[in-house]
């Protein structure tokens, strides 16, 4: 089996709770060592698909697979992956040292290579000193870190994630998200995290698979995604997106031109656009230039009043209404390179952006 | 002015806790306190003359008849406690994790036999268990038994079933919330990380459902133990229990001193029994380490 060989193997993979779909003929390979994260909003079945991986829940239909081998019918126990929970799942009245010690214990693991075990794992959390206490006497980063060893002592093939950072405060998660990073580099051990947080996928993850009513929307890296959504779903919910509605007016080289609510747009035309078609045109707000003069340098060029300046110190947001009679408000976003002066609110504007940066996504 | 007393910081525990306080002050350590007093004075043609005596406590303690009385109390609790702990943990377990449809309305079964009074449920059961009674009845049916068997009641075992019967719900509640409160989370960790269903139950299921054990082992043990109405309705000569001789001395006799000293008797042992068991756990713990 080749060094990135799939570890896990979604096939076909459909599970319903009475008449709500949570996972719909799911299919998705895992390739060994990657931290692969399925995003999604909640409800759109990534936890329920960890959990078939986990075997605490079985599916309707279809077949998991993990290093070739069919472990659908296998009971949670006899898996070799763990699970790190949302909320820890610390067991109460065991120690901290006792809570890792679980798994080995279950396992029949001679006591000295236990304490050993356990005292390298505590060591790779940051936790050394904290063998006695009980789950109750641990703030919340420190019991995912406990949760977080506990899983990691049985060197699983695959850590799961469901999570786990849901319910640290901002602060806290940004620390830990690059401590799962370097654990993950440092371990090789292939993740499978869970999360609805887009900055969370994106800061972590080799591999972002984006889910949504039980099925992928977009697999792909983090930039591929962010750069090349291929939906309107993926592009809205990775980073910010502004988006206009409207039909292609002319496909032409090298741009072709779409017309939405009176407005003209210009994109590169791809292979398959038909005149009359029904399109989104998709910017990010960082790739459009706002100014007090028309730059011609932009194919894509609006005028529009500032509604809202919000000043985020590295850079301004604003919120401008669009001229027109389907005019949107829209949001850009203005780096601040040099002392620029900022456009105040009420101030007319100009925005513009070059026809790479416009996306053409189906509606 | 209530509000800025309790506002400020330094009141003692014991009087932020003042209503609590103030409720056990009143039902319970003043009348046991009370009866604590009785214990030490003695009973002079029917008048109660506080004269300081252990007296009392002599007679308990020598008579031929009040230590069998209390260790039959205490032996019938235990053993009614052990028992209803064994018959209603997988009542309770299956409620909490297998039967999660019909939880409510299970519960609510349970406790309608609440509704009726206890007294009744006893009389319906020394119904059952007398010589043509129900029980009597099927066996002889069944030609288990040519003639009616006498053991059924008028014996210890009676009151350990009855007990049994009458206390049950008081048993399930606590062990059903305990198990309630389990997060399903953990289970699921155990067997995440290895645990099969039997281990999960060993290691995890059941310590953290043990203080609904403890408190329905308490409830059953108290509640039997104390009880004097089944002993006297079912029990017979064998079945009678320290709560019979009370009853007894605060009734009939109206000797109210020793009646208190026989109560106090039986708390004493009870204390012994559970100071003999602590030092017992922390020898053994000792000795592990």
Redesign the interface.
């Known amino acids: 089996m080749s060094e990135r060989a799939a570890v896990v193997r979604f096939q076909g993979i459909t599970k319903t709770f009475g008449p709500v779909v949570a996972l719909d003929a799911m299919t998705l390979e895992v390739r060994r060592g990657e931290f692969l994260s399925l995003l999604g909003p909640s409800g759109c079945g990534k936890t329920t698909l960890l959990r078939t991986c986990a075997g605490l829940e079985s599916p309707t239909r279809g077949r998991v697979y993990l290093e070739s081998q069919d472990v659908t019918d296998w009971p949670a126990h006899r898996r070799p992956v763990n699970m790190v929970f949302q909320r820890w799942a610390l067991f109460p009245h065991k120690t901290v040292a006792d809570n890792i010690a679980f798994g080995l214990m279950i396992r029949r693991v001679p006591r000295v290579e236990i304490a050993e075990r356990v005292r390298r794992l505590l060591e790779l959390v940051k936790m050394a000193g904290y063998e006695a206490r009980y789950p109750k006497q641990l703030s919340g980063g420190q019991a995912q870190r406990i949760a977080l060893a506990r899983a990691l002592v049985l060197e699983p093939k695959v850590l799961l994630l469901d999570e786990p950072l849901g319910s640290l405060d901002l602060k806290l998660r940004k620390e830990m998200q690059i401590e799962l990073i370097s654990i993950h580099r440092r371990l090789g051990t292939t993740f499978i995290y869970v999360t609805h947080d887009q900055d969370e996928a994106l800061t972590m993850s080799d591999r972002v698979v984006v889910m949504n009513h039980g099925r992928v929307v977009q697999d792909g890296t983090p930039t591929e995604i962010y750069q090349r959504p291929n939906s309107v779903f993926a592009a809205q919910f990775i980073g910010e997106a502004v988006l206009f509605r409207g039909r292609i007016a002319r496909v032409g080289s090298p741009r072709c031109t779409i017309e939405a609510d009176g407005l003209l747009l210009y994109g590169q035309p791809r292979p398959g656009l038909q005149v009359g078609q029904e399109i989104v045109v998709c910017v990010r707000p960082e790739r459009m230039r706002i100014s007090t003069t028309p730059d011609p340098l932009l194919d894509n060029r609006l005028q529009g009043t500032v509604v809202n300046t919000i000043f985020k110190g590295a850079a301004v947001h604003y919120q401008v209404q669009v001229e027109g009679a389907g005019g949107p408000l829209v949001t850009v976003h203005q780096n601040l390179e040099q002392d620029l002066p900022l456009h105040v609110s009420g101030s007319a504007v100009h925005l513009g952006w070059s026809g790479d940066s416009s996306m053409l996504l189906p509606p | 002015m209530l509000g800025r007393l309790l506002a400020r910081r330094r009141l003692s525990p014991l009087v932020r806790l003042g209503p609590l306080t103030l409720y056990m002050l009143i039902f319970f350590v003043i009348p046991v306190g009370t009866f604590l007093l009785y214990s030490f004075w003695t009973v002079r043609e029917w008048d109660v003359v506080r004269v300081w005596n252990l007296g009392n406590y002599r007679e308990v303690f020598t008579s031929p008849v009040y230590p069998r009385l209390i260790m039959r109390s205490l032996a019938v609790g235990a053993v009614t406690a052990i028992l209803s702990v064994v018959v209603v943990y997988p009542l309770a377990y299956t409620l909490v994790f297998r039967l999660e449809r019909y939880r409510d309305l299970i519960l609510f079964l349970l406790t309608i036999s609440l509704f009726s009074n206890y007294v009744v449920r006893i009389y319906a059961w020394r119904s059952i268990l007398s010589a043509n009674g129900l029980v009597n009845y099927l066996l002889m049916g069944l030609r288990l038994a040519d003639g009616p068997r006498s053991y059924l009641i008028h014996t210890p075992w009676a009151v350990v079933v009855v007990l049994l019967n009458v206390y049950i719900p008081f048993a399930t509640l606590p062990i059903f919330s305990a198990l309630l409160n389990i ?1 399903r ?2 289970l ?9 269903p039997v ?2 139950f060993w ?2 299921t059941l ?2 459902s043990m203080p609904g054990v403890m408190a329905a082992f308490s409830f059953i043990f108290l509640l039997s133990a104390g009880d004097f109405v089944t002993p006297e309705l079912v029990g017979g000569i064998n079945g009678m229990m320290i709560g019979n001789a009370v009853a007894t001395q605060f009734g009939m006799v109206s000797n109210w001193p020793l009646g208190a000293a026989m109560v106090f008797s039986t708390i004493l042992v009870i204390v012994l029994a559970l100071a003999a068991w602590l030092v017992g756990q922390r020898g053994l713990r000792l000795l592990r380490v």
Do not use: F, K
């Open positions: 997060e989370d953990v699921d960790a155990a067997s995440d990380l290895g645990a099969n281990r999960t290691q995890v310590p953290l």
